[in-house]
């Protein structure tokens, strides 16, 4: 596949329908892949949308939150098979965010991870190699030690821990920064791409126009700063190139994405406002699989196709077979 987002565990139609996306400024999203899908309406019957056939409706079917109907065949775009070789260091986080866009269009895929209460931005950069290209693939024993150990085992003794006494999250980022992220790898794509996350939280992510993401990125650390927060999750930084699917958080625009996390043991409520305060001041338009507070009437503004989705909706749902809450808090009832 052209691209795939860093979890290793979804389905097409879920990734699709809620607009699961890796990194890279020049790549879409997985749903900007789907060239054909299939799907069971309110009705019963089989539609079928592609480039040749209904294909008006395939912005609005590819990601379509489920709202439209049951997906049952989906046809993705593939490209020749690849090798990325991954290079994962930590840097100066400063130096990172002053040269964001000019770092993130300079390779295919860019991203960096920071820990709240450091100064290092563990930045993740993966160049797109021919199949043939030779690898030097992590070893068993590296993926265990930074993968499952590191990654996961210790994280979630970290969580614990930063859970009961949060005064001591400060200095388990700083160890956490130290022992992180720095590698270098070559491998088959899918290999690279994705990862096993072991540590449960909750997540929100915002869409912000590419231009506003350094700028988004120093709000959440002032509002950090600003409440004391120990927040014991790194924050993600990713970027996308733009599409022309109806309800994509990067319809219309190169976007720059920011996603905060919290342990799941621990409150997130406060953290996610002033996060979302933010965001929304920088334009941003939230990850539909991910939490946030929006309804169909704020969304409305931020998606210039919005009132075309919801009509085709009317169209294909009318007595709204597929609806659930979420759905009437995002599209209306």
Not at 141 to 170: E, F, K, M, Y
Not at 235 to 251: G, N, P, Y
Request: charged fraction near 20%; proline fraction near 5%.
């Amino acid at each position: 596949m052209t691209n795939l987002g860093d979890i290793d565990r979804q389905s097409l139609s879920g990734a699709i329908s809620t607009g699961t996306h890796g990194t890279g400024a020049r790549f879409g999203g997985i749903a900007s892949q789907v060239v054909a899908a299939t799907l069971v309406t309110a009705d019963g019957d089989l539609l079928t949308v592609s480039e040749t056939e209904n294909a008006e409706m395939l912005p609005a079917v590819a990601l379509g939150l489920g709202a439209l109907g049951i997906l049952v065949d989906i046809t993705i775009q593939c490209v020749p098979a690849f090798v990325l070789e991954a290079v994962e260091r930590p840097e100066p986080l400063d130096a990172v965010v002053d040269d964001l866009e000019t770092r993130a269009d300079a390779v295919d895929h860019f991203e960096f991870y920071w820990f709240p209460h450091t100064a290092t931005a563990l930045t993740k950069t993966n160049t797109r190699l021919p199949a043939g290209t030779a690898t030097r693939p992590l070893t068993a024993t590296s993926r265990l030690v930074d993968d499952v150990l590191v990654g996961n085992v210790v994280h979630q003794s970290v969580c614990s821990a930063g859970r009961a006494a949060p005064g001591l999250v400060p200095g388990i980022n700083r160890l956490s920064a130290r022992v992180w992220g720095d590698r270098t790898f070559s491998d088959a794509s899918h290999r690279v791409f994705a990862t096993s996350r072991g540590v449960r939280f909750r997540e929100m992510e915002y869409a912000v126009p590419l231009e506003n993401l350094a700028s988004a990125f120093r709000g959440v650390q002032r509002v950090i700063d600003e409440n004391g927060w120990h927040v014991e999750f790194p924050i993600e930084v990713r970027v996308a190139a733009a599409d022309d699917l109806w309800l994509s958080t990067a319809t219309g625009r190169a976007t720059g994405y920011l996603a905060v996390h919290r342990y799941w043991k621990v409150d997130p409520t406060a953290y996610f406002a002033a996060v979302e305060e933010v965001m929304l001041a920088h334009g941003g338009r939230p990850h539909w699989g991910k939490m946030h507070t929006l309804d169909a009437t704020a969304l409305r503004a931020r998606y210039p196709r919005f009132d075309d989705f919801t009509a085709l909706r009317d169209r294909l749902d009318p007595h709204r077979a597929f609806r659930n809450t979420y759905l009437d808090r995002v599209l209306g009832g």
